[in-house]
Protein backbone atom coordinates (compact mmCIF):
# COMPACT_ATOMS: atom_id res chain seq x y z
CA UNK A 1 0.00 0.00 0.00
CA UNK A 2 0.87 3.85 -0.61
CA UNK A 3 1.74 5.65 2.65
CA UNK A 4 0.89 8.80 0.48
CA UNK A 5 -2.11 10.69 1.87
CA UNK A 6 -3.41 14.01 0.27
CA UNK A 7 -3.10 15.90 3.50
CA UNK A 8 0.27 15.17 4.39
CA UNK A 9 3.55 17.60 4.00
CA UNK A 10 7.09 16.45 4.01
CA UNK A 11 10.00 18.59 5.59
CA UNK A 12 12.00 21.14 3.55
CA UNK A 13 14.80 22.98 4.77
CA UNK A 14 13.17 22.90 8.02
CA UNK A 15 9.86 23.67 6.52
CA UNK A 16 6.93 21.31 6.08
CA UNK A 17 6.13 21.80 2.75
CA UNK A 18 3.01 20.19 0.73
CA UNK A 19 3.71 17.51 -1.88
CA UNK A 20 2.78 19.81 -4.67
CA UNK A 21 5.20 22.60 -5.63
CA UNK A 22 5.40 24.57 -8.72
CA UNK A 23 7.94 25.41 -10.86
CA UNK A 24 8.88 28.18 -12.44
CA UNK A 25 10.98 27.77 -15.78
CA UNK A 26 8.02 27.71 -17.53
CA UNK A 27 7.33 31.38 -17.07
CA UNK A 28 10.13 32.75 -18.91
CA UNK A 29 9.71 33.44 -22.85
CA UNK A 30 10.36 30.58 -25.47
CA UNK A 31 13.08 28.23 -24.90
CA UNK A 32 13.22 29.69 -21.08
CA UNK A 33 14.78 32.81 -22.49
CA UNK A 34 13.43 36.75 -22.48
CA UNK A 35 10.19 37.83 -20.90
CA UNK A 36 6.71 36.17 -21.20
CA UNK A 37 4.52 36.73 -23.78
CA UNK A 38 1.83 37.51 -21.06
CA UNK A 39 3.55 39.08 -17.78
CA UNK A 40 0.13 39.90 -16.50
CA UNK A 41 -0.68 35.94 -16.58
CA UNK A 42 2.83 34.68 -15.77
CA UNK A 43 2.05 36.96 -12.14
CA UNK A 44 -1.73 35.66 -12.33
CA UNK A 45 -0.05 31.97 -11.77
CA UNK A 46 2.37 32.56 -9.36
CA UNK A 47 -0.32 34.07 -6.87
CA UNK A 48 -3.32 31.78 -7.52
CA UNK A 49 -0.16 28.71 -6.94
CA UNK A 50 0.33 30.55 -3.42
CA UNK A 51 -3.02 31.15 -2.74
CA UNK A 52 -4.11 27.63 -3.54
CA UNK A 53 -1.52 25.95 -1.01
CA UNK A 54 1.71 25.89 -2.66
CA UNK A 55 4.71 26.81 -0.45
CA UNK A 56 7.42 25.33 -2.43
CA UNK A 57 8.47 27.24 -5.60
CA UNK A 58 11.51 26.15 -7.68
CA UNK A 59 13.26 28.97 -9.77
CA UNK A 60 16.52 29.90 -11.22
CA UNK A 61 18.54 33.22 -11.94
CA UNK A 62 19.35 31.48 -15.47
CA UNK A 63 15.50 31.00 -16.62
CA UNK A 64 15.46 33.60 -18.25
CA UNK A 65 18.38 34.87 -17.59
CA UNK A 66 17.04 36.94 -14.55
CA UNK A 67 13.04 36.85 -15.87
CA UNK A 68 11.50 34.45 -13.87
CA UNK A 69 13.53 35.57 -10.47
CA UNK A 70 11.75 38.87 -10.90
CA UNK A 71 8.06 37.78 -11.69
CA UNK A 72 8.74 36.07 -8.39
CA UNK A 73 9.27 38.92 -6.37
CA UNK A 74 6.90 40.82 -8.28
CA UNK A 75 4.19 38.46 -7.36
CA UNK A 76 5.23 37.42 -4.02
CA UNK A 77 7.48 39.89 -2.39
CA UNK A 78 7.27 40.09 0.77
CA UNK A 79 7.22 36.08 1.10
CA UNK A 80 4.79 34.65 3.20
CA UNK A 81 6.91 33.01 6.22
CA UNK A 82 6.09 29.35 5.06
CA UNK A 83 6.92 29.61 1.37
CA UNK A 84 10.54 27.61 0.54
CA UNK A 85 12.01 29.67 -2.93
CA UNK A 86 14.50 26.64 -4.22
CA UNK A 87 17.23 28.02 -6.51
CA UNK A 88 20.07 26.71 -8.57
CA UNK A 89 23.30 27.95 -9.72
CA UNK A 90 25.59 26.10 -12.03
CA UNK A 91 25.17 28.36 -15.10
CA UNK A 92 24.40 30.95 -17.35
CA UNK A 93 23.12 32.16 -20.70
CA UNK A 94 24.40 32.68 -23.95
CA UNK A 95 23.28 35.80 -25.85
CA UNK A 96 21.28 33.29 -28.13
CA UNK A 97 19.81 31.90 -25.39
CA UNK A 98 22.22 28.79 -25.15
CA UNK A 99 23.02 27.17 -21.95
CA UNK A 100 26.56 27.80 -19.98
CA UNK A 101 27.94 25.50 -17.98
CA UNK A 102 29.48 27.99 -14.79
CA UNK A 103 30.70 25.86 -12.45
CA UNK A 104 33.88 27.41 -10.85
CA UNK A 105 33.61 28.73 -7.79
CA UNK A 106 33.54 32.34 -8.44
CA UNK A 107 30.46 31.37 -11.16
CA UNK A 108 28.90 29.71 -7.76
CA UNK A 109 29.04 32.65 -6.06
CA UNK A 110 27.81 34.90 -8.72
CA UNK A 111 25.15 32.79 -9.17
CA UNK A 112 24.07 33.23 -5.78
CA UNK A 113 24.28 37.00 -5.59
CA UNK A 114 22.10 36.78 -8.91
CA UNK A 115 19.47 35.42 -7.41
CA UNK A 116 19.52 36.94 -3.89
CA UNK A 117 19.50 40.36 -6.06
CA UNK A 118 16.52 39.32 -8.38
CA UNK A 119 14.53 37.76 -5.49
CA UNK A 120 14.98 40.56 -3.18
CA UNK A 121 16.35 39.17 -0.11
CA UNK A 122 19.43 38.62 2.69
CA UNK A 123 19.41 34.91 1.98
CA UNK A 124 18.21 31.89 -0.01
CA UNK A 125 16.67 28.85 1.25
CA UNK A 126 17.90 26.22 -1.02
CA UNK A 127 20.53 26.50 -3.61
CA UNK A 128 20.77 23.27 -5.62
CA UNK A 129 24.35 22.98 -7.37
CA UNK A 130 23.11 22.04 -10.82
CA UNK A 131 25.83 19.70 -12.38
CA UNK A 132 26.07 19.68 -15.80
CA UNK A 133 26.70 16.25 -16.30
CA UNK A 134 24.96 14.95 -20.11
CA UNK A 135 22.72 17.92 -19.71
CA UNK A 136 19.36 16.17 -18.70
CA UNK A 137 21.04 13.27 -16.83
CA UNK A 138 23.66 13.34 -14.39
CA UNK A 139 27.63 11.64 -15.21
CA UNK A 140 30.12 10.25 -12.69
CA UNK A 141 32.89 12.59 -12.01
CA UNK A 142 33.61 14.84 -8.62
CA UNK A 143 31.74 17.70 -6.96
CA UNK A 144 33.53 18.28 -4.17
CA UNK A 145 35.02 22.02 -5.58
CA UNK A 146 31.36 23.36 -6.08
CA UNK A 147 29.62 21.74 -3.09
CA UNK A 148 32.84 23.29 -0.94
CA UNK A 149 32.17 25.99 -2.65
CA UNK A 150 28.19 25.96 -1.84
CA UNK A 151 29.50 25.37 1.85
CA UNK A 152 31.72 28.63 1.98
CA UNK A 153 28.35 30.50 1.05
CA UNK A 154 26.51 28.63 3.87
CA UNK A 155 29.10 29.74 6.09
CA UNK A 156 28.77 33.40 5.21
CA UNK A 157 24.83 33.31 5.52
CA UNK A 158 24.06 33.61 2.21
CA UNK A 159 23.13 30.07 1.54
CA UNK A 160 20.35 28.79 4.03
CA UNK A 161 20.53 24.91 2.81
CA UNK A 162 22.33 23.29 -0.13
CA UNK A 163 20.62 20.52 -2.50
CA UNK A 164 22.13 18.96 -5.68
CA UNK A 165 20.89 18.74 -9.22
CA UNK A 166 21.32 16.39 -11.98
CA UNK A 167 23.80 14.04 -9.67
CA UNK A 168 24.68 10.37 -9.48
CA UNK A 169 24.26 8.59 -6.28
CA UNK A 170 28.47 8.54 -6.00
CA UNK A 171 27.90 12.22 -6.12
CA UNK A 172 25.48 12.44 -3.21
CA UNK A 173 27.30 10.91 -1.13
CA UNK A 174 30.75 12.58 -1.89
CA UNK A 175 28.53 15.52 -1.17
CA UNK A 176 26.99 14.57 1.88
CA UNK A 177 30.97 14.30 3.40
CA UNK A 178 31.22 17.86 2.74
CA UNK A 179 28.05 19.54 3.33
CA UNK A 180 24.24 18.32 4.78
CA UNK A 181 21.84 17.88 1.56
CA UNK A 182 18.14 19.18 2.13
CA UNK A 183 16.87 17.81 -1.47
CA UNK A 184 18.25 16.15 -4.93
CA UNK A 185 16.50 17.45 -8.13
CA UNK A 186 16.84 14.93 -11.29
CA UNK A 187 15.20 13.97 -14.44
CA UNK A 188 12.04 11.24 -13.37
CA UNK A 189 8.57 10.31 -13.51
CA UNK A 190 6.42 7.65 -14.44
CA UNK A 191 8.50 6.69 -17.96
CA UNK A 192 11.96 7.81 -16.99
CA UNK A 193 13.04 5.51 -13.79
CA UNK A 194 16.66 4.89 -13.72
CA UNK A 195 16.66 7.14 -10.52
CA UNK A 196 14.75 4.73 -8.68
CA UNK A 197 17.29 3.22 -6.57
CA UNK A 198 18.31 6.89 -5.49
CA UNK A 199 14.50 7.85 -4.25
CA UNK A 200 15.07 4.84 -2.04
CA UNK A 201 18.05 5.36 -0.70
CA UNK A 202 17.15 9.40 -0.06
CA UNK A 203 13.77 8.75 1.43
CA UNK A 204 15.37 6.05 3.96
CA UNK A 205 17.32 9.57 4.82
CA UNK A 206 14.84 11.71 5.13
CA UNK A 207 16.07 13.79 2.04
CA UNK A 208 13.93 14.88 -0.67
CA UNK A 209 13.28 14.07 -4.54
CA UNK A 210 12.43 16.50 -6.18
CA UNK A 211 11.83 15.36 -9.73
CA UNK A 212 12.19 17.70 -12.28
CA UNK A 213 10.32 17.08 -15.72
CA UNK A 214 7.81 15.18 -13.78
CA UNK A 215 5.45 15.58 -16.98
CA UNK A 216 8.21 14.96 -19.25
CA UNK A 217 9.05 18.31 -19.54
CA UNK A 218 9.66 20.42 -23.17
CA UNK A 219 7.66 17.91 -24.56
CA UNK A 220 4.95 16.12 -22.16
CA UNK A 221 4.80 12.39 -21.60
CA UNK A 222 2.57 10.22 -24.48
CA UNK A 223 1.65 6.76 -23.08
CA UNK A 224 -1.62 5.52 -24.79
CA UNK A 225 -1.00 3.71 -21.39
CA UNK A 226 -0.75 6.15 -19.46
CA UNK A 227 -3.87 7.97 -21.14
CA UNK A 228 -6.33 4.71 -20.52
CA UNK A 229 -5.42 4.70 -17.02
CA UNK A 230 -6.44 7.88 -17.35
CA UNK A 231 -9.20 7.50 -18.83
CA UNK A 232 -10.23 4.68 -16.45
CA UNK A 233 -10.54 6.71 -13.46
CA UNK A 234 -11.39 10.31 -14.80
CA UNK A 235 -8.55 12.01 -14.89
CA UNK A 236 -6.13 13.58 -17.27
CA UNK A 237 -3.46 11.79 -18.45
CA UNK A 238 -0.88 14.55 -16.38
CA UNK A 239 -2.90 14.27 -13.58
CA UNK A 240 -2.14 10.95 -13.19
CA UNK A 241 1.47 11.02 -13.66
CA UNK A 242 1.62 13.31 -11.37
CA UNK A 243 -0.63 11.61 -8.98
CA UNK A 244 1.69 8.40 -9.72
CA UNK A 245 5.08 10.36 -8.65
CA UNK A 246 2.86 11.22 -5.48
CA UNK A 247 2.39 7.55 -4.62
CA UNK A 248 5.81 6.59 -5.16
CA UNK A 249 7.44 7.86 -2.39
CA UNK A 250 6.90 10.13 0.44
CA UNK A 251 10.07 12.40 0.02
CA UNK A 252 8.91 13.19 -3.32
CA UNK A 253 8.05 16.66 -3.87
CA UNK A 254 6.92 18.09 -6.97
CA UNK A 255 7.34 21.41 -8.55
CA UNK A 256 5.22 20.79 -12.35
CA UNK A 257 6.10 23.82 -14.40
CA UNK A 258 3.06 25.59 -16.40
CA UNK A 259 2.42 29.29 -17.61
CA UNK A 260 -1.14 28.59 -17.81
CA UNK A 261 -3.74 28.89 -15.13
CA UNK A 262 -5.84 25.75 -16.43
CA UNK A 263 -2.93 23.42 -16.28
CA UNK A 264 -1.95 24.92 -12.82
CA UNK A 265 -5.58 24.04 -11.80
CA UNK A 266 -5.66 20.53 -13.24
CA UNK A 267 -2.14 20.08 -11.81
CA UNK A 268 -3.17 20.77 -8.32
CA UNK A 269 -6.08 18.58 -8.28
CA UNK A 270 -3.95 15.58 -8.59
CA UNK A 271 -2.94 15.67 -5.15
CA UNK A 272 -6.52 15.03 -4.24
CA UNK A 273 -6.19 11.48 -6.33
CA UNK A 274 -5.64 8.29 -4.83
CA UNK A 275 -4.80 5.74 -7.19
CA UNK A 276 -5.53 1.96 -6.21
CA UNK A 277 -3.38 -0.77 -6.25
CA UNK A 278 -4.08 -1.76 -8.97
CA UNK A 279 -3.83 1.49 -10.90
CA UNK A 280 -0.30 1.65 -9.69
CA UNK A 281 0.89 -1.74 -10.85
CA UNK A 282 -0.49 -0.58 -14.49
CA UNK A 283 1.44 2.41 -14.72
CA UNK A 284 4.89 0.76 -12.77
CA UNK A 285 4.91 -1.08 -15.72
CA UNK A 286 4.80 1.59 -17.84
CA UNK A 287 8.36 3.17 -16.67
CA UNK A 288 9.26 -0.92 -16.39
CA UNK A 289 8.53 -1.37 -20.25
CA UNK A 290 10.23 1.47 -21.30
CA UNK A 291 13.15 1.51 -19.24
CA UNK A 292 13.74 -2.19 -20.84
CA UNK A 293 12.95 -1.25 -24.52
CA UNK A 294 15.89 1.59 -23.66
CA UNK A 295 18.03 -0.86 -22.16
CA UNK A 296 18.31 1.62 -19.22
CA UNK A 297 17.48 -0.90 -16.20
N1 LIG B 1 17.35 20.98 -12.30
C1 LIG B 1 17.18 20.99 -13.60
O1 LIG B 1 18.08 20.75 -14.37
C2 LIG B 1 15.81 21.30 -14.15
C3 LIG B 1 15.56 21.04 -15.51
C4 LIG B 1 14.30 21.31 -15.97
C5 LIG B 1 13.32 21.83 -15.13
N2 LIG B 1 13.60 22.08 -13.82
C6 LIG B 1 12.57 22.56 -12.88
O2 LIG B 1 11.54 21.60 -12.88
C7 LIG B 1 10.29 22.23 -13.16
C8 LIG B 1 9.40 21.26 -13.91
O3 LIG B 1 9.96 20.96 -15.16
P1 LIG B 1 9.39 21.51 -16.54
O4 LIG B 1 8.51 22.70 -16.28
O5 LIG B 1 10.53 21.71 -17.44
O6 LIG B 1 8.62 20.28 -17.09
P2 LIG B 1 7.25 19.55 -16.71
O7 LIG B 1 6.71 20.08 -15.44
O8 LIG B 1 7.50 18.11 -16.85
O9 LIG B 1 6.32 19.95 -17.93
C9 LIG B 1 6.09 21.28 -18.32
C10 LIG B 1 5.40 21.23 -19.67
O10 LIG B 1 4.14 20.61 -19.53
C11 LIG B 1 3.10 21.51 -19.88
N3 LIG B 1 2.03 21.29 -18.90
C12 LIG B 1 2.02 21.57 -17.58
N4 LIG B 1 0.87 21.17 -17.01
C13 LIG B 1 0.13 20.61 -17.99
C14 LIG B 1 -1.14 20.04 -18.04
N5 LIG B 1 -1.89 19.94 -16.94
N6 LIG B 1 -1.60 19.56 -19.24
C15 LIG B 1 -0.85 19.64 -20.34
N7 LIG B 1 0.38 20.18 -20.37
C16 LIG B 1 0.87 20.68 -19.20
C17 LIG B 1 3.70 22.88 -19.81
O11 LIG B 1 3.11 23.75 -20.75
P3 LIG B 1 2.11 24.96 -20.32
O12 LIG B 1 2.97 26.08 -19.88
O13 LIG B 1 1.36 25.22 -21.57
O14 LIG B 1 1.24 24.43 -19.23
C18 LIG B 1 5.15 22.60 -20.22
O15 LIG B 1 5.27 22.52 -21.62
C19 LIG B 1 10.68 23.47 -13.95
O16 LIG B 1 9.64 24.43 -13.93
C20 LIG B 1 11.95 23.89 -13.27
O17 LIG B 1 11.64 24.68 -12.12
C21 LIG B 1 14.84 21.80 -13.32
Known sequence: MSTFTPAGTFKLAGHPVQHMGY?????????????????????????????????????????????????????????????????????????????????????????????????????????????MGNIHSPAEGSIEKQVTA????????????????????????????????????????????????????????????VPFFPLGGFTPIQSSALSKVAQTIGATPMQVALAWLLHRSPNILLIPGTSSLEH???????AQLTLPDAVRAELDAIGRVNGEANGEH
Open 150 to 209: LAELQREGLVRHIGLSNVTRAQVAEAQRIAAIVCVQNHYNVVQREDDPLVDELAAKGIAY
Open 23 to 131: GAMQLAGPGVFGPPKDRDAAIAVLREAVASGVNHIDTSDFYGPHITNQLIREALHPYPDELVIVTKVGAIRGDDGSWIAALEPEDLKRGVHDNLRNLGVDALDVVNVRI
Open 264 to 270: LRENMQA
